[in-house]
């Protein structure tokens, strides 16, 4: 729980958060989702993440690139990129303003209304505290909130939930230096607790469903104030850029 | 759940299997899980995931290389790889026989008991079909099974538990032509569920406590017979090997 770790392991549950309607510009997302954890729950408790998928995040911050067509769109991911990192016919690979590595610089047209393209939030780390904020003024629990995307991976097939923005949690959780199950000091295992919480959540929430939110109880996470940026490598300790 | 896709969105949770002893070359790891789920439960029901991570599989299977100094692990290393794909120090990036790049070609040294580090089994698909066709005998029920690893990523720091063998799953939920909530079809979203089960695992498993078992319940996911190992990418259409 927030306390640390524990030795006694628990059920972990990941609860959809349901009721959440189509976000637009100006919405205010936190609103939302107190609404609709008051309505449908579940009430948040001490030790729970919350999740929440992007994309209402963008919608709600007005990052949304209308009446796309495929120019536009290349244009948009141009605009998005800070630099390509490959390009291979329509595919391009590039690194966002947040140092983030991703297909089409996180510009995404599934999921929109109509001929809308979304932008990943300016700064979604900033995103996840001014939730948190709301939702701790609103229920009285200081909950970590986790903002995620749906990314690729170099080697291998098939995209997974990760984050991209986080507040009140720690993106790693450093087992190094820590005796494993049998006593031995482990050695260089950082897990990356926050990306390992997105695709759970994932699971609950689906990609055809409209279900943007969720919370995740039963994790022992370890509370934190970094940023999500954190876990980008730099320049210099990337092997495959 | 196992028949497909549904709409209403339901709890997902994760119960961590306990009571599974230290295992050591020649036991019989499905017997010793089926012996965990029986004492400590929880009961499997149809529509679970069975989660194991690789290293009680991979003891059991022998996979260990005993007395180990720093010469010798590197001549694991080695030997395990396929192919270097990056070499930096003493960080090798290498591709497995099975066609997985990771670190250290998947030769691994923490939480072993004594100085010995495991190997990854030799056909990770295989050993999970093997675990799941006693669990079927010993229980009546059919549950896919998934293998698991501690991977590294390409550019970001931290490591998440992921998929290295399956059996009765199919390792992508692909949503490819199917509409989303707005009624528009998507585009290329194939979701690697079971690298997502996986990392869903791991929240209640630990990596310094000795979970190695989990019981994932309340996912939709789809029945397949297809190898873990058609989520590597062809070098073909790898853009950073």
Sequence with gaps: MADGYHGLMQTVQIFPV?????????N????LIIAAIETSGPEVQPGDVLVVTHKIVSKAEGRIFEAVDETAYRTAIEAEARAIIR????LVIAQTRHGFICANAGVDRSNVTGDRAVLLPLDPDRSAHGIRMRVRQATGV???V????????AWRRGQTDIAIGISGIAAIDDHRGRPDANG?????????????IAAAADLAMGKSTAIPVAVVRGVAWQPGEGRLTDLVRSAGEDMFR
């Design 146 to 153: 986790i903002v995620t995307d749906t990314f690729g991976r």
């Design 184 to 196: 031995r000091i482990m050695e260089a295992t950082e897990i990356a607790i926050v990306d390992e």
């Design 87 to 90: 390009r291979r016919g329509d």
């Design 28 to 31: 205010d997302v936190a609103a």
């Design 18 to 26: 349901t009721g959440i309607p189509e976000v637009e510009p100006g």
């Design 142 to 144: 200081d909950v970590p």
